[in-house]
């Protein structure tokens, strides 16, 4: 594997379980599903209002008024719930989805998440991202551990504007796991023959190393 | 009441300047696309309040009534999917008021539903807090989100009745029963509508008491698809 997302994406998979309720944010948490175990039995929640959200549709078989949150054409897995907007905020900011994973432009080393805007940039949209990353039990960050620029994304406090506060559970670069543990970011595991000084050199966040 | 059968222009004739108005949809799915057309081709109401997801895209949907000046103030979750409403933001062009999306939705609910505001955990001390009072719950911050209400909402549904009942399809959902329950003036865009007792009571989504208005739809998804939607 040499494409970082794909590395990432793999790596994130396996922080999935049977059973749980995931919501996969766009980019490359949206590799995820193509990386599953095939005994992992997930359900995918989409915030456009979709529980059991199946596979892209095969060329000819898209139904136009069935897509994710990504506005992309999905499927229907079987068992799977529609439902309204209201509704489906509800269930995620009552904390009803285990998991979402979604990128980050920045994380801190005290789990905060800035995803949402570039000051100055062209975008202005905040989508679910806010309820998701507040609202949803176990929140998983998959990013590249630096930006094109090479400027690390992993941070001893964000600099953009903030999603949420304290919120981030995991993060997974194309070299490293991180876990907050407690209030303390903790490198568990090194990536795809990385080592433990590329990923000190590419990570400003302070953390302490407990590779398993 | 029992809704009143109505044609597109008819009914968006009612709309005055300076109205607010909600209109459905998640991007161009969901949205009453014959409504906002006859919106935008026979209409002049103009200073409107638009409270939408999207603020439509670049030239198509509600995109064509940024482009024609009639937006004063847009109030949405993700406007980045309409450059052109970015630029009209940023620029002081139009007024905005950017909402999370759950926020937004539970704010049209709250409208529908006689709640005079909730205070919620999502945003707190972000960007998006400024001008919200904030209290602690449970030691968790939480801001206060006041409830919106519109003039007029415009809602699709794919299935509905001679009497005004709704019912939704897939995710064409979205904030169509919400905003349908939210407008003072609710005007709903039906793809097939069916004499009463169309189909059974308890799959209705939208019971008739909150439509005032229902349309045939005549303009579809599979239409206005060009793109990318």
Known sequence: MTDARDVIAARAAQELHSGEVVNLGIGIPNRIPGFLDPDVEIFLHTENGLLGVGPRPAEGEVDLELIDAGKKPVTLMPGAAAFDSASSFAMIRGGHVDTVVLGALEVSETGDIANWMIPGGKALGVGGAMDLVTGAKRVIVTMTATTPAGEPKLVPACTLPLTASGVVKVVITEHAVFRLVGNELVLTELLDGATAETVAAETSARYRVALS | ?229
């Open chain 2, 1 to 229: 009441m029992a809704a009143t059968r109505s044609t597109a222009i008819e009914a968006i004739a009612e709309i005055p300047d300076g109205a607010t108005i909600m209109v459905g949809g998640f991007g161009l799915v969901g949205a009453p696309l014959t409504l906002i057309d006859a919106l935008v081709e026979h209409s002049t109401a103009t200073d409107l309040t638009i409270i939408s997801n999207n603020t439509g895209e670049a030239g198509r949907g509600l995109g064509l009534l940024l482009r024609q000046g009639r937006i004063k103030k847009a109030i949405a979750s993700f406007f980045t999917s309409n450059p052109e409403a970015v630029e009209a933001a940023m620029t002081g062009a139009i007024d905005y008021e950017l909402l999370p999306q759950g926020t937004l939705a539970e704010a049209i609910r709250a409208g529908g539903a006689g709640i005079g505001g909730f205070y919620t955990p999502v945003g707190a001390r972000t960007e998006l807090a400024k001008g919200h009072e904030e209290r602690i719950i449970d030691g968790v911050p939480h801001i206060l989100q006041a409830p919106l209400r519109a003039d007029v909402s415009l809602v699709y549904a794919t299935w509905g009745d001679e009497l005004g009942n709704l019912r939704y399809r897939r995710t064409a959902q979205n904030f169509n029963p919400a905003m349908a329950s939210a407008g003072a003036l609710t005007i709903a865009e039906v793809a097939e509508i069916r004499p009463v007792d169309g189909f059974a009571p308890e799959d209705v989504h939208t019971p008739h008491l909150y439509v005032n208005r229902l349309v045939q739809s005549t303009l579809s998804l599979a239409d206005v698809q060009g793109a990318g939607a």
